[in-house]
């Protein structure tokens, strides 16, 4: 199903807001073409993990972090910051448009990066958004405002968008906390579908989103990675004490 | 009624009473300009030179000179103090040098404008040898106007959402991208009120230009950036204050001028602000 080699690898990765140790030695790999979900309580550390691997984190200046961390084998240190966050896209847990029409905002990734053709940026529009699950209900108000859709609608916008600057991996902040059920799950069809394609990291609040979707999943804990397997062994046999209380709700 | 609204009630109509306070003295002010000043406005006050003593004709270089002054201020201040608000909001690092930087800013804007004006005379005049002349007179209003602009530009640029940077840069966009495209159009109608403020400030002010551009009387136009001019704000101080009998309805009508001059551009700012708001649509 999944094939079995690194995207994203972490080694000894710890990340510090000022004093303050939010990831304590996180290895772990992430395969190519997989979901990976990642479920832990508030504060352990999940979104942290997330923004270090596209370099958001360090938009704080308060921010510290050591380790190393692979990107299809190559140190991303030695990456520049606008190639590596055009190949790691991410969903905010908010659905974030810009105040522009449908068709600008999704759009704006290639533009910036010098993608002049009219023709070629029509067709990343039309496409990513029907990777998106979105054209059908917006094909026909491209240019109406981007902040009129709903919110289920501008996720999945946010995920076109992210899409149209042709990443290798998506990461996902939640992208659900503020959507409900049905909105939920046009989202999650369209994960499933782009997992042919993409990378994807799923960090969620909701064990049974996890549960649903990713192919593995990690559990964080107060800055730890406890454990990290396959969804289905992590939701009926999982290894650790602490894993299986989280899942059956005993804390969290 | 219980307390708890009566209390309510009464705060409320203390506020609006207050706030109708504050609406008095400019009216005022209008009332009192354009009933005495109004007779004076002509077509010849309006576009002739001054004659006899300025107590007849028109005030027509007073008004150039206002508006190549406000021309030149513009041309220096708008470019400086916004790009230097960019840099200090979007690049700048959180250290001793910015914090410097961030205070004389603020200190900037407590110097007395007649102070302005003397350090005009001194660096402008004297030293760098423009001579009293138009281009040092805007230099010298161009540095007064510099903090407000720069403390406009900053509050508008901090009220673009964080998140729409950090759209920008999560999908690959350079810092400056980001600033071209997802926040600068955003800022731009905080910037137009800010800057247009400090101007309209800047064209009132009579100290920094005093020993820096403004002439007493000179009944013709400029013929370059190194000439005198007249300009509103002083000969209106001139005709109020330095000839005797002079008219009322001259020194009024001159105010009225001023006043004028100073509503258009708040008027073209306003304009130019609805225009960026309906194309950015937020």
Request: glycine letters at 6%; aromatic letters at 8%; one cysteine or more.
């Amino acid at each position: 199903m999944v094939e079995q080699n690194a995207m994203i690898k972490t080694v000894n990765l710890n990340c510090y807001y000022e004093d303050q140790q939010v990831l304590q030695n996180i290895n772990l790999e992430v395969y190519k073409n997989e979901i990976l979900g990642i479920i832990g309580p508030s504060n352990s550390g999940k979104t942290t993990f997330l923004r270090a691997l596209n370099r958001l984190n360090s938009l704080n200046i308060n921010y510290r972090q050591k380790g190393v961390i692979i990107f299809e084998n190559q140190n991303a240190q030695d990456i520049d910051d606008t190639l590596l966050r055009k190949k790691i896209g991410i969903i905010f847990a908010m659905p974030q448009v810009l105040p522009i029409s449908i068709y600008e905002n999704i759009a704006y990734g290639p533009k910036v990066h010098g993608v002049k053709d009219r023709a070629k940026i029509e067709f990343l529009v039309e496409d990513s958004l029907k990777k998106a699950y979105l054209w059908d209900e917006v094909r026909d108000r491209l240019k109406t405002s981007a902040a009129k859709l709903s919110g289920g609608q501008q996720q999945r916008l946010c995920i076109a968008r992210t899409l149209a600057v042709e990443p290798d991996v998506i990461l996902y902040d939640e992208p659900c906390s503020g959507l409900d059920p049905i909105s939920t799950a046009k989202v999650e069809d369209a994960m499933g579908q782009l997992s042919q394609q993409y990378t994807q990291i799923l960090v969620t609040n909701n064990t049974k989103q996890a549960a649903r979707v990713s192919h593995r999943t990690a559990f964080f804990l107060m800055g730890e990675m406890v454990e990290v397997d396959q969804t289905n062994v992590m939701f009926t046999h999982p290894s650790d004490q602490r894993t299986d209380d989280y899942i059956t709700g005993k804390f969290g | 009624m219980n307390g708890a609204n009566l209390r309510q009630k009464i705060a409320f109509s203390v506020l609006g009473l207050v706030t109708l306070l504050v609406v008095i003295p400019i009216l005022l002010i209008l009332y009192f300009v354009i009933s005495r000043g109004w007779s004076a406005i002509t077509w010849e006050f309006l576009t002739a030179m001054p004659r006899n003593g300025m107590k007849d004709g028109g005030i027509f270089p007073a008004i150039i000179g206002t508006v190549l002054l406000i021309t030149g201020t513009m041309a220096f201040s708008l470019p400086l103090g916004i790009l230097s608000a960019i840099y200090l909001v979007e690049y700048a690092k959180d250290n001793l040098f910015t914090r410097l930087i961030k205070l004389s800013v603020v200190n900037l804007s407590g110097i007395p404008s007649i102070v302005y004006g003397l350090f005009g005379f001194t660096l402008f005049v004297v030293f760098m040898r423009l001579g009293v002349s138009i281009l040092a007179g805007s230099l010298t209003l161009a540095i007064m106007s510099l903090p407000v602009i720069i403390t406009a530009t900053k509050e508008a640029l901090e009220a673009v959402p964080m998140a729409y940077r950090e759209i920008s840069l999560s999908l690959g966009a350079t810092r400056w991208q980001t600033v071209r495209y997802c926040v600068l159009p955003y800022a731009i109608p905080g910037i137009l009120t800010g800057t247009v403020l400090s101007l309209s400030r800047a064209a009132g002010e009579t100290a920094p230009i005093l020993f820096t551009v403004a002439a007493f009387y000179l009944p013709r136009l400029p013929n370059s950036l190194f000439d005198q001019v007249m300009a509103l704000p002083y000969h209106l101080y001139v005709i109020s204050t330095q000839v005797p009998n002079m008219p009322e309805k001259l020194s009024f009508g001159t105010g009225l001028v001023l006043i004028g001059l100073v509503c258009l551009m708040n008027l073209v700012s306003i304009i130019l602000r609805s225009h960026f708001r309906k194309k950015k649509q937020w």
